[in-house]
């Protein structure tokens, strides 16, 4: 029997203000996944209050030595009901801001995001089958290629984070100039943008379940 299934998104946005250039993108991811038929949950980290301060009981659980904490377990089944991932947020110093930072270290746990030492054998990857990331740069690509940073922000993030976890098809978007004023016309390039992007990212359409 086959049945279709909406796809399942889950944008995780670090930003502490509603109307910056980034919410604005993640009001546009949400739009164009909600527009093909799939169902989207926001993770707005600032509002939700996410401490990203790895604790002692995290470093107790990444040894082997106790659970997963309380906190970390809702994290982790909200990324469990989730088909696809996306992580929008400002670049800050060529990477992730602080607080994604933060959540990444804390949620992705040994045993369950990855396996290492005694967790080795459990082949533990996420449990969403696609992930990427949509960053804003003030200034262009063309800027983050001439230093190094591109290269050095693909093998941080999507490789080394997503693919690392098993997710070895992770895109990355840039959206330039993210300082300047979002006229109509960058709007909808970004809006092009966005929607290649979530084709890369196999999403946004409605997903067959054959049984
Ligand atoms: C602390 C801090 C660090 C930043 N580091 C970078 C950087 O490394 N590269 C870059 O292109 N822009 C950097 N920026 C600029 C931001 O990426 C830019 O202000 C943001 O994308 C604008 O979008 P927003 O309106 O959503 O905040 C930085 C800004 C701040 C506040």
Known sequence: ????????????????????HTWRVAETLQELLEASGGVVEIADLHAEGFDPTITA???????????????????????ERQDAVIMVAPMYWWNVPA???????????NGWAFGHGQAADSKAQLPFARGGFVLLTSGSVADLDRHGY???????LPYGV???CGRPE????????????LTPEKANHWRASLTGFLSALGVGTEISLTQ
């Not at 909406?6 to 930003?15: A, F, G, N, P």
């Not at 009981?57 to 990324?79: C, Q």
């Not at 591109?150 to 941080?156: D, E, F, K, Q």
């Open 57 to 79: 009981e995290d470093l107790l659980h990444y040894a082997g030595e106790a659970p997963v904490p309380k906190g970390i377990r809702r994290e982790h089944e909200r990324l």
């Open 1 to 20: 029997m086959t049945h279709t299934a909406s796809s399942r998104t889950l944008l995780v946005v670090s930003h502490p203000v509603r109307g910056s």
């Open 170 to 181: 992770a895109p990355l978007l840039y959206l330039e100039e993210s300082e300047a004023e």
């Open 162 to 164: 997503l693919s690392y």
């Open 150 to 156: 591109n290269a050095s922000i693909a093998t941080l």
């Open 99 to 109: 607080l994604l930072k933060g959540w990444i270290d804390r949620v992705f746990t």
